[in-house]
């Protein structure tokens, strides 16, 4: 059939025609009947600003192209690259806008974000890593479970082994971002990063080309290797209280699980990766030689090679370091048998090696900008030098020419030529001051001696506000006392030279804490501890402690200076913050003989306005204490008390305003109490006797000085409290005491409240005893005192008629009304008292000379 | 019996009162104690380090027996000693120097084992864990260090580790004035005051500061509380405060933070503390020459003593024997009771014996029960033994001549036996060897 087919169709037209035959081709499709209805439907698309057509979007939060979350989520896995970024940039938008929705969602959002960590498109992963930075891992900070972490790690790890490198290396970037929000996430996954890290860092030489790019994985090597525990040098001793917390000490402590990682396993993949990064340096180093510059991008990736060899370094010290120190304390986290290969076998080979390159181009005297990146480098070898140093044993040349680097960058010989070097300088230097210690007591003496050199010099011309100082501070600490860990001195203090720098040190310290004055109150502290420390330890008659005693002649100058008119300048101490004068207070004792010349500086301090009670009441605690031990004269001593009572300002002011002036009301309150605080010290020195005649004779040298009523008072007291009956006190001193007590008493009687009165202050009754208890004592314990006062006042009204008779008149008669009105009220008050009126009965005959002259007196004008 | 013991800085005696009926028992006479200064040994004597003029290089540390007021004992060391303490049984007498160096005596022979240097300053206070393995000492430059007593007799040791003690803590600025520690040994907390007017509390198991509590005063003395739920502190202003360990104070009252309460009686300064075996009974001692012993529960004072004009600066509370106060009572049975009175124990020596120290390293003691012939039970070291056996050898010289003699003679008979054996052998040899030849000869024959 099928063959015959065409044949047949050949012949055809040789046969008759019956009938018209219509040639079909098979195959092929009949043409439309004309009369066929066109079903074909054509469409155009419409492009609306807002696709609200088919859901009502009112309360949804939507980005700003009215897309739902949902949408977005779904377009970031379109298969156009720029759909992909748009989603990304809307979801930014969106939870901008929206934060809780990024709470709400953060599961689902995550896990569609993660899906773009290995994006083909370079734009998207990009945009992705801005959306993570800025945007995703701020708002969630706090509660970031660590299973959204390990849902993205599995995308970044896939990504870390794509073949394109450029999103392998994007995968570090990404990975950088996590740990650097969530440091405790590079412990979770470090083998497996590390490993990563050497697989790139092994082929480096095919991205050397392209240097930005190996710089940012090396950024991220430097930050996870950071997050190593290390031996921490810190600058500042912390110094500050612990927490206090906890407020049971025996309550049942909850177990905090830490956190435990198995350092056994990093060590593995550090030891590794050591000789990697130091290949890779070395890559680098042809770079260095020839006279071109160095370029900025390969100069960063130096220096974080040169920063991961750092912390790594640092990382198997602080095992080997930890290895020595466990007392099963802590947990011992590494295996007994992983410790022989930690470093001391393996690492030091090339280090060494490694370590033979410095100093970087000290020969090519190129220009300004580029010495400084050498000089950066320089100083970076320095420090894995001196980290190193513990445990590998180096060559002496190499020694040498390390510690002469050292040397010359102490002394100020290298210095930076840019602008911002100074600060550079002052930065990289605080990163090795701390080694000085160490390295002065292991190198041999011709360099500890030029080292030392060094050390002070530059020590001596460090300005004070400088943060350098701290550095230096802490150690000079180390070099001074003994070390709290260890408990032996570093340096041997019999070594004439080694001495006389400590002895610069010592100088300088006081120097250094007038010079800042209050501007850094945290460094003063560091110093005055120092200063404690160095009272506490230094060993007894010792040179050390013989220079302690000597620097009170300059530390008088840090509490106040006399000045030669007679004003007094206040030092800083003033002006300190009450921890740091409670610290120079506590120096105080540790003195081993208080100098007088100190002493009277304190006592300006101490009678100044602004010191505060508690500060003051801490000095003459010490101060007493110091007695106590032998380091202070019993004469100081009670002078120094003395002089507080007579010459404590007292402010004026009326007793019964104290609504208005409570203040002042609470400065007398400080007065008394800190003359009971004296009188306390005095009478537990010992010998009633002696210091009773001490206090005498230094309290009558100050009542001609017509000291107000307030510190007379005070004076009495300390006087009554040592006194025993019958008095002790000699025939000169009772006149001189009966001058002051007659005026003073004639003072006091305006606190006496009136007899008629009935609503008598209580506050001024106890105020008036506060002043007239005393002399009542006085009293009791000697008729002739008592006598002689009596007489006093009587004379008093007596002789005003005739010198005062140039005065005013009224004036005169005021003054003397108030004057009679005033003994009186002193004898009627005194005769309340039933011991006082015993001794009143016995000196009748001035009683009634005193009425006599008031008859006279009144009668008179 | 329960006693309270209290001595005075000034020359006042060794006051001793029944610390239930409040009777006053002997006093013993001419002490002058340093604060810290008096401990009971074994309660079997008691000792104090004396107050010295700071001219004398040497210092005092004088025995009374509880029977005698005089002064038995009167020992110098080589320099003053301050603070003093003994364990529990009696065996060991430690006491801290001026020069910061802390000494550890044997009792019964006197011998001084160790002396070693623990501080900078003076040594002002010392006391013992209550298992006795950990000694706290602190010292005038506010620092305060845990020694091991293992770790102090272990020369090879020291050496070996890093630093002689277990624990330095230097977070007080002045002097330490009193301290005192928990239950649990090496467990415990301590309680420190000092100077600075604070007082510290640590862990001897962490080796941390926990708590630190400021106070309005200089706290002289501290005391715990047996439960560890507050301590006492007794301070220069007269008070007696209270602040808590274990409660949670969250408001800061009118004295300070963790501070509850006071005692108060407007006295002088409180010097010392002492918590009798009951913990209910707290006795203090004060600037004014009292001794008042408070109810720590009600907060009253349940009896006041009088010991001199002075301050009183040492206070205990100490089980005494009783036979002694039978034999105060009891004149008739002096004789008896002389026979009864304990020896005391020779003098401390003064300077490490560094010759024999080798030789006999180990102490003997024979555990005693504490009953009333405490004093009888034997009570030897080692030590005394050798000097015992040494002594014995040079009495009887004579007695060993003769047993030389006897020896010589024993050797030379001996001798005479072995030469009449080897005779004999010979003999027989001979007989033998004759006899086999003459065998064989009959036989050949």
Same mark, same amino acid.
């Given at each position: 059939m099928a063959r015959s087919k065409p044949s047949s169709s050949k012949k055809q037209?040789?046969?008759?025609?019956?009938f018209k035959k219509i040639k079909r081709k098979i195959g092929r499709k009949l043409?439309?009947?004309?009369?066929?209805?066109?079903t074909e439907i054509k469409s155009k698309a419409i492009i609306l600003?807002?696709?609200? +057509?088919?859901?009502?979007?009112?309360?949804l939060a939507v980005?700003?192209?009215?897309?739902?979350l949902k949408e977005l989520l779904q377009q970031?896995?379109?298969?156009?690259a720029k759909v992909r970024r748009d989603a990304l940039t809307g979801i930014r938008d969106l939870v901008l806008k929206y934060p809780a929705e990024l709470t709400l969602h953060k599961l689902a959002i995550i896990e569609k974000l993660?899906?773009?960590?290995?994006?083909?498109d370079k734009v998207v992963r990009e945009t992705l890593y801005q959306l993570l930075k800025l945007v995703i891992f701020p708002a969630l900070k706090k509660d970031v479970p660590g299973s959204l972490i390990s849902l993205m790690m599995a995308y970044i790890f896939n990504g870390m082994t794509h073949l394109a490198t450029d999103i392998r290396l994007m995968a570090f970037k990404f990975f950088d971002l996590v740990v650097q929000h969530y440091p405790s996430s590079f412990f979770m996954y470090a083998e497996k990063v590390l490993q990563n890290y050497e697989d790139i860092l092994r082929k480096n030489h095919i991205y050397l080309q392209d240097r930005s790019k190996l710089k940012n994985a090396l950024v991220g090597l430097v930050r996870c290797l950071s997050l190593l525990p290390c031996n921490r040098r810190t600058v500042?001793?912390?110094y500050g209280k612990n927490?206090?917390?906890?407020?049971?000490?025996?309550a049942y402590e909850?177990?905090?699980?830490?956190?435990?990682?198995?350092?056994s396993s990093i060590i593995k993949r550090l030891e590794d990766i050591l000789p990697i990064l130091v290949n890779c340096f070395q890559d680098f180093i042809p770079l260095v030689h020839p006279m071109s510059s160095l370029d900025a991008q390969s100069f960063d990736c130096m220096l974080y090679l040169l920063r991961s060899i750092d912390l790594s370094v640092k990382f198997f010290l602080y095992g080997i370091d930890k290895h020595q120190t466990?007392?099963?304390?802590?947990?011992?986290? =590494?295996?007994e048998k992983d410790m022989p290969v930690?470093?001391?076998?393996?690492?030091?080979v090339f280090l060494r090696k490694f370590l033979?390159?410095?100093?970087?181009?000290?020969?090519h005297n190129t220009s300004g900008k580029d010495e400084d990146k050498f000089f950066i480098l320089n100083i970076e070898i320095t420090e894995i030098f001196l980290h190193s140093n513990e445990w590998i044993f180096t060559s002496a040349i190499l020694m040498e020419r390390f510690l002469e680097f050292i040397e010359n960058l102490l002394s100020g010989k290298i210095r930076f030529n840019s602008r911002s070097g100074k600060a550079l300088q002052e930065k990289h230097l605080t990163s090795l001051l701390p080694f000085i210690p160490r390295l002065v007591s292991l190198v041999a003496n011709t360099w500890k001696s030029r080292l030392l050199q060094a050390f002070t010099m530059a020590f001596k011309d460090?300005?004070?506000?400088?943060?350098?100082n701290l550095a230096f501070l802490s150690a000079i600490e180390e070099m001074l006392l003994?070390?709290?860990?260890?408990?032996?001195?570093?340096?041997?203090?019999?070594?004439p030279e080694i001495l006389d720098h400590q002895i610069t040190w010592i100088r300088e310290l006081p120097v250094l804490l007038v010079r800042l004055g209050d501007t850094l109150s945290s460094l003063s502290k560091v110093i005055l501890h120092l200063l404690l420390r160095l009272g506490q330890y230094a060993?007894?008659?010792?040179s050390l402690a013989w220079e302690y005693d000597i620097m009170q002649h300059t530390l008088g100058e840090f509490y106040s200076m006399c000045l030669d008119d007679g004003s007094i300048l206040y030092g800083p101490f003033m002006k300190l913050p009450k921890d740091c004068q409670e610290l120079s207070v506590c120096c105080l004792?540790?003195?081993s003989s208080l100098d007088s010349l100190l002493l009277r500086s304190l006592v300006y301090c101490c009678l100044c306005?602004?010191?505060e009670p508690s500060v003051l009441f801490r000095i003459i605690d010490v101060l007493h204490s110091a007695y106590k031990i032998g380091h202070l004269q019993l004469v100081d001593l009670i002078s120094f008390f003395v002089t507080l009572v007579a010459r404590w300002k007292v402010l004026p002011?009326?007793? =019964? /305003?104290?609504?208005?002036n409570a203040k002042k009301i609470s400065n007398r309150e400080t007065f008394k109490a800190i003359t009971g605080a004296v009188c306390s010290c005095l009478r537990q020195m010992g010998d009633d006797a002696l210091i009773f005649q001490i206090v005498q004779r230094v309290i009558l040298d100050e009542i001609p000085l017509n000291p107000p009523i307030d510190n007379l008072c005070g004076m009495l007291r300390l006087l009554v409290i040592l006194d025993s009956r019958p008095t002790k006190l000699s025939e000169q001193s009772i006149i001189i005491l009966s001058n002051s007590i007659s005026e003073y008493l004639i003072d006091a009687a305006s606190y006496i409240p009136e007899n008629?009165?009935?609503?008598?202050?209580s506050n001024q009754i106890s105020i008036c005893q506060y002043y007239l208890v005393p002399c009542f004592f006085l009293f009791d314990r000697s008729d002739k005192l008592l006598n002689l006062v009596l007489d006093l006042m009587g004379s008093s009204i007596g002789e005003d008629n005739s010198s005062l008779?140039?005065?005013h008149d009224t004036q005169h008669t005021l003054d003397l009304s108030s004057r009679i009105v005033a003994v009186v009220s002193i004898l009627l008050y005194m005769h309340q008292d039933i011991k006082i009126r015993r001794r009143l009965s016995s000196c009748k005959g001035e009683i009634t000379r005193i009425l006599q002259k008031m008859r006279l007196q009144v009668y008179t004008p | 019996m329960e006693v309270v013991i209290a001595s005075s800085p +000034?020359?006042?005696?060794i006051g001793c009162w029944?610390?239930?009926?409040?009777a006053e028992q002997l006093r013993y006479r001419s002490c002058t104690s340093t604060?810290?200064?008096?401990a009971c040994v074994g309660q079997r004597f008691l000792a104090s380090s004396q107050l010295r003029d700071?001219?004398?290089s040497s210092g005092s540390i004088l025995y009374w027996s509880w029977?005698?007021?005089? +002064?038995?004992v009167k020992s110098f060391p080589a320099e003053p000693i301050h603070p003093l303490v003994s364990n529990s049984d009696g065996m060991y007498i430690i006491g801290g120097g001026s020069s910061g160096a802390i000494y550890f005596w044997?009792?019964?022979?006197?011998?001084?084992l160790k002396r070693w240097h623990a501080?900078?300053?003076? +040594?002002t206070c010392l006391f013992l864990s209550d298992d006795e393995s950990l000694l706290v000492s602190g010292a005038e430059d506010g620092c305060i260090r845990v020694w091991s007593l293992f770790m102090v007799f272990d020369d090879i040791g020291m050496e070996m580790?890093?630093?002689? =003690?277990e624990y330095s803590f230097?977070?007080?600025?002045?002097?330490?004035t009193d301290m005192v520690s928990g239950y649990g040994g090496c467990n415990a907390i301590i309680v420190s005051a000092s100077e600075d007017r604070t007082c510290k509390v640590w862990s001897?198991?962490?080796?941390?500061?926990?708590r630190s509590i400021d106070f309005p005063s200089i706290i002289e003395a501290v005391a715990l509380d047996p439960g560890e739920h507050v301590f006492y502190a007794g301070a220069r202003d007269g008070k007696i405060y209270i602040a808590s360990i274990n409660a949670e104070t969250t408001s800061s009252n009118s004295y300070g933070k963790h501070i509850i309460g006071t005692l108060s009686d407007?006295?002088?300064?409180?010097?010392c503390l002492a918590f009798s075996k009951d913990g209910i009974l707290l006795v203090s001692g004060s600037e004014d020459g009292t001794i008042r012993v408070w109810d720590?529960? /009600?907060?009253?004072?349940v009896r006041i003593y009088r010991l001199a004009k002075g301050p009183v600066n040492n206070v205990l509370v100490v089980r005494r024997p009783l036979y002694s106060n039978r034999q105060t009572s009891e004149n008739s049975h002096s004789s008896f009771s002389r026979r009864h009175a304990p020896l005391l124990p020779p003098p401390l020596g003064k300077?490490?014996?560094?010759?024999?120290e080798n030789v006999d390293s180990g102490a003997v003691s024979v555990p005693q029960t504490?009953?009333?012939?405490?004093?009888?039970?034997p009570y030897l070291s080692y030590h005394v033994l050798t000097k015992q056996i040494s002594e014995l050898q040079q009495q009887s010289s004579a007695a060993t001549g003769m047993e030389v003699d006897r020896l010589n003679l024993d050797c030379k008979r001996s001798v005479e036996i072995v030469q009449k054996w080897k005779e004999m052998f010979a003999y027989l040899h001979k007989f033998c060897v004759d006899e086999l030849l003459g065998n064989d000869q009959t036989q050949t024959q």
């Open positions: 037209p040789k046969r008759g025609v019956d043409p439309p009947p004309k009369n066929a209805t066109n600003p807002e696709q609200s +057509v088919a859901s009502e979007r009112a309360g980005s700003k192209k009215g897309l739902t970031t896995s379109h298969h156009n993660r899906e773009r960590i290995s994006d083909e500042d001793p912390s927490t206090e917390t906890q407020g049971s000490l025996h909850l177990e905090v699980p830490k956190e435990h990682t198995d350092f466990d007392f099963g304390v802590t947990k011992p986290t =590494y295996n930690w470093g001391e076998i393996a690492t030091p033979e390159v410095f100093p970087l181009n000290q020969l460090c300005k004070p506000e400088s943060t350098l003994p070390s709290k860990r260890q408990g032996i001195l570093l340096l041997d203090a019999s070594e060993p007894m008659n010792s004792y540790y003195f306005d602004n010191l002011g009326r007793l =019964y /305003t104290h609504v208005e008629g009165d009935e609503v008598t202050d008779a140039c005065n | +000034v020359d006042a005696g029944d610390l239930h009926s409040g604060p810290h200064g008096l700071s001219s004398s029977s005698k007021p005089q +002064v038995e044997e009792v019964a022979s006197g011998r001084l501080h900078y300053r003076a +040594v580790a890093k630093n002689p =003690y230097s977070e007080h600025t002045l002097r330490v001897l198991s962490r080796g941390k500061l926990l407007n006295s002088k300064g409180v010097t720590a529960k /009600t907060h009253n004072i300077y490490v014996n560094s010759t024999d504490p009953s009333s012939d405490i004093m009888d039970a």
